[in-house]
């Protein structure tokens, strides 16, 4: 089922289908300044948002960056599967009708202070709505299994209601984004700064949004086979935040192998009182993490 669409510049929403998507589309405005602080030469793009709550949606998303470098965003939300290639059809061709209509980011953005921009676009998103709702029904999935894939577990991290607890960094390479030494000093404030973020990002859904973000799938233009994604499971009311990039089914099978395993720890299903000290027995879990993977 299609449930909305919008198209977003930067952090100004130029279209909006309906004011209760407002907040679940917002997410991608918290997720775009993440992977623009830890990525600032913007060859990061992202790609889809699983979410969670009474329902589970899935926003897709068709992410530019601007010769001004400006992110442009076209999402679509609905209970996609991640291997819909009908739903990315549709998003394609939302943007396509679109930019046929508004050639230049300046006509778009100039085009959505009218009145009538809003008429045009629902117009545009009705007829997609009709074409493409049969064939997403009927559509026959095929399960991409990118076995060349090679996994890297980039971090790994417990938050309890956007406070991060413990975590680990294993790809310290990362910090070449960054153009920063890679020292211990610059690793572990990178790593106190990732595990905020990261707990912010999902503390803000729950908030604001009324929704669990569950996965954050991130293309690498720069190596596309090697897609990156960010998952959260829950343990109780802890987090299990995880940073990755590789086979995102053999990692999410092995991510669930590993919070089976925390599940067990009885610390994990008490109330967090704020004393780091009693959690630093769950880092023999991190330890050579991403050799399991």
Not at 135 to 141: I, N, T
Not at 233 to 244: M, P, R, T, V
Request: proline share 1%; aromatic share 12%.
């Amino acid at each position: 089922m299609i449930t909305g669409y919008a198209i977003i510049l930067e952090d100004e929403f130029l279209y909006y289908s309906n004011e209760k998507k407002y907040a679940v589309f917002e997410i991608i405005l918290f997720v775009e300044k993440f992977l623009r602080t830890i990525n600032p030469t913007q060859t990061w793009y992202l790609n889809n948002i699983l979410l969670e709550s009474n329902i589970v949606e899935r926003i897709i998303i068709k992410h530019f960056i601007t010769k001004e470098g400006r992110n442009l965003f076209f999402c679509i939300t609905g209970d996609f599967e991640l291997e819909s290639k009908e739903a990315r059809n549709m998003l394609d061709d939302f943007f396509n009708q679109v930019k046929k209509e508004y050639k230049t980011i300046a006509d778009l953005k100039n085009a959505s202070t009218q009145n009538s921009f809003k008429e045009q676009i629902k117009l545009f998103t009705y007829k997609l709505w009709n074409q493409y709702a049969p064939l997403l029904e009927k559509e026959k999935l095929e399960r991409k299994n990118n076995s060349k894939a090679k996994n890297r577990v980039l971090y790994c991290g417990i938050s309890s209601q956007g406070l991060p607890i413990i975590s680990q960094l294993y790809e310290k390479k990362i910090l070449k984004y960054l153009d920063v030494k890679v020292s211990k000093d610059n690793i572990e404030v990178f790593n106190s700064n990732l595990s905020a973020q990261l707990a912010t990002i999902e503390m803000n859904a729950l908030i604001r949004a009324k929704t669990s973000i569950r996965e954050i799938h991130i293309v690498d233009s720069k190596d596309k086979k090697q897609k990156k994604m960010i998952m959260y499971e829950n343990i109780g009311k802890y987090s299990l935040d995880f940073f990755a990039s590789g086979n995102f089914y053999r990692l999410k099978e092995k991510l669930k192998e590993l919070k089976d395993n925390l599940s067990k720890e009885p610390i994990l299903h008490t109330e967090f009182t704020g004393d780091l000290k009693s959690y630093k027995g769950l880092m023999q879990y991190f330890t050579d993490l991403e050799k399991k993977f």
